[in-house]
């Protein structure tokens, strides 16, 4: 929807499932491949928005690295947040 809307969008994905299979139709577009627990500011700056949907997302795997899940889905989302706002980027949802 962002890329038919006009918008350039970039990806940062650990790639954990990276040899999954999705439908067809999903889009090609820049990525950066690492974990977002190692994003940096300067990789940030010029960006206009985040759209964070990085995250340990079911309850097995929480239950399973409870430190992992509080690391990732808080630590680090906090962490990218806060880099956003010190490069300027205006929004993140």
């Known amino acids: 929807m962002l890329l038919a809307a006009g918008h350039e969008v970039v990806g940062i994905d650990s790639n954990l499932f990276g040899q999954s299979t999705f439908l067809d139709g999903i889009a090609n577009m820049p990525e950066l491949n690492q974990d977002i627990r190692d994003v940096e ?38 962490g990218l947040a806060s880099l956003a706002k010190e490069v300027g980027v205006e929004r993140f949802l």
Request: no cysteine; charged share 25%; proline share 5%.
């Open 41 to 78: 500011a300067e990789e940030l700056r010029g960006f206009d928005a985040i759209i964070h949907l990085a995250a340990l997302a079911n309850d097995p795997l929480g239950n399973l690295e409870p430190d992992l899940t509080y690391e990732i889905n808080h630590k680090a989302s906090v």
